[in-house]
């Protein structure tokens, strides 16, 4: 055999002009550290870098097709501007110079500011640039501000938060380096991805074993020792009967009960006091600043008497009833639990979730006898709170994971709290094996920053007087007017979802066009896919943009669409920025932002741009700033009212939380020369020592502070002094949640605090429990369940994050369409074969769509991937592609609101505590369409049109990095 | 005789595609390409790729799995895409087995496609010859790059390291290693080829409970006075005597 002619080693452009440049992936939100090869200027190829602690070098398929982002003809590169005399919606756009768009929202919004701020709403579809995005909102004084956590897992963070002071994902995690059984619940496939992928394989390749709770098996679930099929929307049952059997065979941790937590503290149950169902306080000496004294009471084994918590010597009863010695009747909060699940037995739960009493039972044998036979005990010395000296840190090596599929009902706030109550019961937080913080967590419960509670808050002309997202402790910090109607325009922190910490972002179109609470002029929509696949009811949705007055004029009079791509949001803006893409810019991981932190110590990261700016593209934080100039808000100006920062990297460098604080968006290569950690003077220096390091800096803690960090006085004391939090004090597990007993005390006329109105008292009262209760999700409370037996879910897949890789040439040959999966025998049952087109119907709207049979499956449920489906012709995807012809939303069938109540008034569709947008609780029933329906999902839309500035899409590519041609039309 | 091979541990690998486009993007730059894309913005896109992952159900619910299996050029010890080759274009090297196309050589007559029973092998519409995964022989060997990096780009990429990469032939490298203690198989080994390319099983991790593991002297139940007891539904004498 003759050797080889075509020489496989050389590149094929042996003299190209090689770049490697470091920067932060932003193919979703898991934001690894890349590599990016530049060959002649032009991305060649996007590797994981070795040297960054998130990732460790590897990267998963949206990665490595980043090249396909940036090259693609979705691009939007001008500034737009809807066509005078043209229909919303249309998609008649024009260029127009960014000196005329920032003159256009200057004076449009400067009108706004001088007159009544509150009209200006600004939402974000993604929350990692939210110090900045917020800090802009809170400086032009508008309260209507919020990312995309109201509708994607609000109650996570916030069932978690309210309970152990922290919560997953960015906030802390599993620890699956020590960790022997591990539990996966209500996950989506690929959550979080890349750091959940590593942590599991080594996980499994040592032994460990891996329960995945779920509707459906796919992605991780494929590898999983056991697959726990379950009901949507069931899960706080299961958690809760896993409660009973734990404490019913006392497989608790009772030493870490009794200190850590609240479960030995004194309810008074008196139910004449006004402080019925409070925790019984005691004087102390209080000190300056205290945030949560240490005031409670313990019911004393040793001395049987009542005595103040943590005394020297005290052991609490955590089980019984006692009278204190002016007669008020007590019992330990613990006690409270036993009582609230006395019913919610193995057996009940199988009812509701479709799992076995026996399996129910063996995981929690499994769980209890893991934590409590296989404990870990690491030399680590550690001071806790109460000056107790430890010469070890003791692990249980259970573990959880969960995230939407929790969160997405109208009962997940529950749910998710009986699960964190479950994780407190095991003795795993923050310890070796179980869960762990990542900073700046844990934090305060609840954390300390807050809205304003007065509607005299939004003054023309000035900053909000305080945040527009926070955390409420009681009634008294609603943000409501004073006929307690709300101030918000997503009636977030009002009477309807107290605890909204993170918006309601999924109602903000309806209430704005309905003008209720009131009507608005300007909506800003930054990367949010509000007119697709971010919104439930989206064909209504896009009928609302565009909906008009008596008048003429549009009910949302103008909308102003930031992104970097031609989604189908952008169709209904009256002005569009092209926003970079991340290969193009600054961008700045916050630990203010959304952090990524490890359990082992604070991490922030950035981006430095690659690749020049695409046409005229300008990164969304440098339209911010420039704005925000313009406007004259005091935080980018100067005394003389001139501009204060250069750009958005000098605002990053300069911009501290008060002058001299020396806390920043970034905390690493702080000080004059870089040397502090945290806190320091700005640094004129700090992107360029980001860029030599990875673009990460990683502060590892001490071993001693990295693990109990809710009560270990190191870390806590380091906390403070380093600006984190501003209390040291010990933060105790919250099994029983005052925070909520007040809202109920309050619904009920008894409290001092401000109490809700009338017609809200009772749906208050009901849902405002301090221990979890299960209830059924509220829609399906409203619904036929015989005539809509089943329940349908979206999950994203591996290789999509949403809409954002709807432009990319490669993902899209790995998802073009989206099927309905349908339980094999549950589709047959209704005459449906693989494959067939099928309607998929709630009692608010159809879809028809492919069914394909799956024996992964619960056969109570449907599900598809979200966001695969596409309106014809947007991203600049052919109207006949795939995506919008055998594509289909499943959004069209679930609606942004419940049915109206007795008043005509309507909620929405989410929990009543959180205002979590409740996607996962609508019903369905599926049919066979009929011969001769039409082979294509319904509803269609017109098909969007290009805009100016956008790339032909070529008919085929042959990419080739650095070389001049790499694809064409035929 | 070395034998570069790569194992993929289907007890890890979770589905990600991270090897799919990796290895797109590496080797559509690079001397393997360039790797065609048909229709990329339009209906039914389709391109040339050297590594794609299937996914399976088997079973029935509730007794169902779930399987992600990716697979590319297994670079036979016994190639059948060689001997059916008329111009030598494929070819298996001597010195680390790497089985390759000649593109100089090849003209797309598509038998080897025909003969390799795995389905390797793709035709690439544009160029018109046949293209496979090359085990990335031009990282490898690149003396440019840092050691870490000289192995394939799907290797580097998987986020479980499902991919393990080796010499099949070296009895203390990682992929003997993994072949022999944790079950490594053969794809379809009746076909005579002799993959070098393996796979690892899956296996499930069990937990067994003992009955008198939930019984403890030190039940904090005890702690507050309360044992477990058995429920006031549960069997007793009382339900079967009468003195």
Redesign the interface.
């Known amino acids: 055999m003759s050797s080889p002619i075509h020489d496989p080693f050389t590149s094929p452009l042996p003299n190209a002009e090689i770049e490697i440049k470091t920067t932060t992936c932003y193919m979703c939100a898991c934001r690894c550290g890349i590599r990016v090869h530049l060959r002649n200027g032009e991305v060649r190829y996007i590797d994981g870098n070795p040297d960054h602690p998130l990732n460790n070098g590897v990267i998963c398929a949206k990665g490595s097709s980043g090249i396909m982002k940036q090259y693609s003809p979705a691009r939007l590169t001008k500034p737009l501007r809807r066509k005078e005399g043209t229909e919303r919606g249309a998609g008649d756009f024009e260029e127009v110079s960014w000196e005329e768009t920032f003159s256009i929202l200057t004076e449009r919004l400067g009108k706004l500011r001088a007159t009544d701020p509150k009209k200006f709403a600004l939402f974000t579809g993604r929350d990692q640039m939210q110090a900045l995005t917020g800090l802009f909102a809170r400086q032009f004084g508008t309260p209507n501000y919020a990312a995309h956590g109201g509708f994607c897992s609000v109650n996570l963070a916030a069932g978690m938060i309210y309970t152990i002071g922290g919560s997953f994902w960015e906030f802390g995690g599993p620890d699956l380096e020590r960790s022997k059984l591990f539990i996966m619940i209500g996950t989506a496939e690929d959550h979080h991805s890349n750091p959940m992928k590593i942590a599991l394989s080594k996980f499994k390749r040592e032994g460990g074993r891996f329960i995945s709770i779920n509707p459906v098996r796919t992605g991780y679930s494929a590898i999983a020792d056991e697959w726990v099929p379950i009901r949507p929307g069931t899960d706080g049952a299961l958690m809760l009967a896993l409660i009973h059997e734990i404490i019913a065979l006392g497989l608790y941790d009772r030493e870490f009960l009794v200190r850590y937590t609240n479960s030995g503290q004194l309810v008074n149950l008196d139910d004449k006091h006004d402080e019925f169902g409070m925790f019984v306080r005691t004087e102390v000496a209080k000190e300056e600043g205290c945030y949560d004294p240490q005031n409670k009471l313990w019911w004393d084994r040793n001395t049987n008497k009542a005595v103040i918590t943590h005394s020297e010597g005290a052991d609490p009863y955590l089980l019984g009833e006692f009278a204190l010695p002016d007669g008020t009747a007590v019992k330990p909060a613990f006690q409270l639990l036993q009582e609230r699940v006395q019913d919610y037995t193995p057996e009940w739960a199988e009812q509701i979730t479709g799992i076995s009493a026996e399996t129910i039972r063996r995981l929690a044998h499994e769980m209890g006898i893991t934590a409590r036979d296989q404990k870990i005990e690491l030399p680590i010395a550690w001071t806790d709170s109460w000056g107790k000296e430890h010469d070890t840190v003791t692990g249980n090596p259970v573990s959880f994971h969960a995230m939407r599929g929790l969160a997405a009902h109208s009962n997940g706030f529950h749910s998710i709290r009986a699960l964190s109550i479950l994780m407190t019961l095991l003795g795993t937080i923050d310890r070796p094996g179980g869960f762990r913080h990542k900073p700046p967590f844990p934090r305060p419960i609840p954390p300390c920053a807050r809205t304003p509670n007065d509607p005299r808050a939004v003054q023309p002309n000035s900053p909000l007087d305080g945040m527009a997202l926070g955390w409420p402790s009681d009634p008294d910090d609603l943000f409501v007017n004073a006929d307690g109607s709300p101030v918000r325009i997503d009636k977030a922190f009002s009477w309807e979802y107290p605890l909204s910490v993170h918006g309601l972002m999924h109602n903000v179109i309806t209430n704005a066009w309905r003008g209720d609470p009131y009507k608005i002029d300007t909506l800003l929509l930054f990367m949010a896919n509000m007119a697709w696949n971010s919104s439930m009811n989206t064909s209504a949705v896009r009928k609302m943009l565009v909906d008009k007055e008596e008048s003429g004029e549009y009910k949302i009079p103008f909308i102003v669409v930031c992104d970097a791509f031609h989604s189908e949001t952008t169709a209904f803006a009256d002005l569009i920025l092209p926003d970079t893409t991340y290969l193009e810019r600054h961008d700045v991981m916050s630990m203010l932002d959304r952090p990524i932190s490890e359990f082992d110590g604070p991490v922030d990261a950035v981006r430095i741009p690659v690749v020049p700016p695409t046409g005229e593209c300008k990164p969304f934080q440098e339209v911010l700033i420039e704005l925000g100039t313009r406007l004259k808000l005091p935080a980018f100006v100067n005394k003389e009212g001139q501009r204060k920062y250069r750009d958005y990297p000098d605002f990053i460098v300069n911009w501290e939380t008060a002058p001299g604080s020396g806390i920043g968006f970034l905390s690493g290569w702080r000080g004059k020369g870089g040397e502090k950690s945290i806190r320091g003077e700005p640094n004129p220096n700090q992107w360029e020592m980001y860029a030599k390091n990875n673009c990460v800096h990683h502060y590892e803690l001490p071993r001693s502070y990295q693990f109990m960090r809710n009560w270990n006085k190191g870390y806590l004391e380091w906390s403070q002094r380093s600006g984190i939090t501003r209390y040291a004090e010990p933060i105790l597990i919250h099994l029983y949640s005052e925070v909520l007993q007040k809202f109920r005390l309050a619904a009920q006329g008894k409290s001092i605090t401000r109490q809700p109105p009338a017609h809200l008292a009772k749906r208050i009262e009901t849902y405002f429990d301090p221990l979890p209760f299960y209830y059924e999700p509220l829609e399906t409370q409203t619904s036929d369940k015989q005539k809509y037996p089943l329940s349908a879910l979206t999950q994203r897949p591996m290789a999509m994050y949403h809409s954002w890789d709807s432009q990319n040439a490669w993902l899209r040959q790995i998802h073009a369409h989206n099927y309905l999966y349908v339980n094999a025998r549950t589709a047959k049952g209704a005459g449906i074969a693989d494959g067939d087109w099928i309607w998929v119907e709630s009692q608010w709207g159809k879809v028809r769509c492919m069914a394909r049979h799956s024996e992964s499956l619960e056969p109570g449920t449907v599900w598809t991937w979200n966001a695969i489906g596409k309106a014809a012709g947007a991203w600049n995807l052919s109207p006949d592609a795939n995506e919008s012809q055998q594509g289909f939303l499943l959004n069209h069938v679930i609606s942004e609101e419940l049915p109206p109540q007795t008043d005509g008034k309507r909620f929405s569709n989410s929990d009543p505590i959180t205002g979590q947008a409740a996607w996962y609780d609508v019903r369905v029933r599926i049919y066979k369409a009929e011969a001769g329906e039409p082979e294509q999902t319904s509803p269609q839309f017109e098909p969007m049109k290009k805009y100016p500035g956008m790339s032909d899409r070529p008919s085929w590519l042959n990419y080739l990095g650095g070389s001049k041609k790499k694809g064409g039309a035929k | 005789m070395t034998q570069l091979a790569l194992v993929i541990d289907l007890?890890?690998?979770?589905?990600?595609?991270?090897c799919?486009?990796?290895c797109?993007?590496?080797n559509?730059?690079?001397?393997?390409?360039?790797?065609?894309?048909?229709?990329?913005?339009?209906?039914?896109?389709?391109?040339t790729?050297f590594n794609r992952v299937q996914?399976f159900?088997?079973?029935?619910?509730?007794n169902?799995?779930?399987?992600?299996f990716p697979k590319s050029c297994l670079h036979c010890e016994d190639p059948p895409c060689v001997p059916v080759c008329p111009t030598?274009a494929s070819?298996k090297r001597k010195e680390d087995g790497i089985v390759?196309?000649?593109?100089?050589?090849c003209i797309g007559c598509k038998y080897c496609s025909w003969a390799c029973p795995y389905g390797a092998r793709e035709f690439d519409e544009?160029q018109k010859v046949m293209k496979k995964c090359?085990l990335c022989?031009?990282r490898i060997?690149?003396q440019s790059l840092a050691e870490?990096?000289r192995k394939p780009?799907c290797v580097?990429?998987?986020?479980?390291?499902?991919r393990l990469f080796g010499d099949i032939h070296d009895p203390e490298s990682e992929v003997s290693l993994a072949i022999r203690e944790d079950g490594g198989y053969a794809l379809m080994p009746e076909w005579g080829t002799h993959p070098a390319n393996h796979y690892l099983p899956?296996r499930?991790?069990?937990?067994k409970?003992h009955k008198d593991?939930?019984e403890?002297a030190d039940?904090?139940?005890?702690?507050?006075?309360?044992?477990?007891k058995p429920g006031k539904g549960d069997s007793s004498m009382d339900d079967v005597s009468a003195w």
């Open positions: 007890n890890v690998c979770v589905g990600c595609h991270a799919v486009t990796s797109k993007e590496w559509t730059s690079g001397s393997a390409g360039p790797l065609f894309d048909e229709r990329p913005y339009d209906a039914n896109p389709t391109g790729f996914t159900e088997m079973g029935k619910y509730p169902s799995e779930t399987l992600h030598g070819y390759l196309v000649d593109y100089d050589k544009k090359t022989v031009d060997y690149d870490i990096d780009a580097k990429a998987c986020p479980t390291s499902a899956r499930k991790t069990k937990l409970i593991e939930l403890r039940n904090p139940l005890k702690v507050d006075g309360q044992l477990p």
